[in-house]
């Protein structure tokens, strides 16, 4: 079964609406949880990886205010895409590692964005 | 130069037949590597691990060669539910912690 959710799976919101996307582990505790994006026909990149009790890592050109993530609990870290237009349409997955060296990645089923 | 290379495809292959591809990544310093598979809309879900001695699952025989940073995955007998996007995923240590490095993803249809 799944060992990590997200819930929305798909939201459809207007432009300049904040959308958040929530990552839960289901059966393990996660101090570390990673944020993808993925655009049509283009691969995962990785967003930000958020950490339990400390602010989250963004990877280069990716806007902190713009992406917020609140890891707010060892097994929930949620992704806020504020004041989203357009350009921010596309596919957020979560993953969670499990194990010393991250070596098990479980990925969330995924949240579909589209900004009208 | 991308972190994590993989040719696009797609790789349009009959029933049967037997496929290659192959992923090279820049970072000497990547702990592990995987095969992942994505098919339309949906996420990623785990094929196999590669470790150095190469390994195999079944049709599927993955393999490693840390010097010239390269990772391959050879798919026998193709089935019609192989198509889907293979993911060469690279796992590195940096600024103390994993993250997971994704290829751009190999596109294989399985004709009947």
């Known amino acids: 079964g799944a060992v990590v959710s997200q819930h929305p799976s798909w939201v459809i919101c207007k432009s300049g609406t904040s959308v958040k996307i929530e990552c839960r582990s289901l059966?393990?505790?996660?101090?570390?949880m990673f944020w993808y994006r993925q655009f049509p026909k283009q691969s995962l990149m990785l967003m930000a990886t958020?950490?339990?009790?400390?602010?989250?890592?963004?990877e280069q050109g990716v806007e902190k205010d713009k992406f917020l993530i609140n890891h707010a609990s060892l097994t929930l870290s949620t992704l806020t895409v504020t004041s989203a237009h357009p350009e921010d349409s596309s596919f957020y997955i979560c993953?969670?590692?499990?194990?010393?060296?991250?070596?098990?990645?479980?990925f969330g089923p995924g949240t579909r964005l589209t900004v009208l | 130069r991308k972190e994590v290379e993989q040719d696009p495809g797609p790789f349009n292959v009959p029933e049967g037949a037997t496929v290659a591809f192959n992923c090279t990544y820049s970072?000497?310093?990547?702990?592990?590597f995987f095969w992942y598979r994505q098919d339309c809309r949906k996420e990623p879900k785990l094929l196999m691990s590669v470790y150095s001695s190469g390994n195999e699952d079944g049709r599927f025989t993955a393999q490693l060669n840390r010097a010239s940073q390269y990772i391959s995955l050879l798919i026998r007998d193709s089935k019609l539910s192989d198509s889907a996007t293979y993911l060469c995923v690279v796992n590195m240590r940096t600024s103390g912690t994993y993250k997971y490095i994704f290829g751009t993803g190999t596109r294989l249809k399985v004709l009947a």
């Open positions: 059966d393990f505790q996660a101090t570390t």
């Open positions: 993953s969670a590692p499990r194990g010393a060296m991250g070596n098990e990645q479980f």
């Open positions: 970072n000497s310093a990547s702990q592990s």
């Open positions: 958020s950490n339990e009790g400390s602010k989250a890592t963004y």
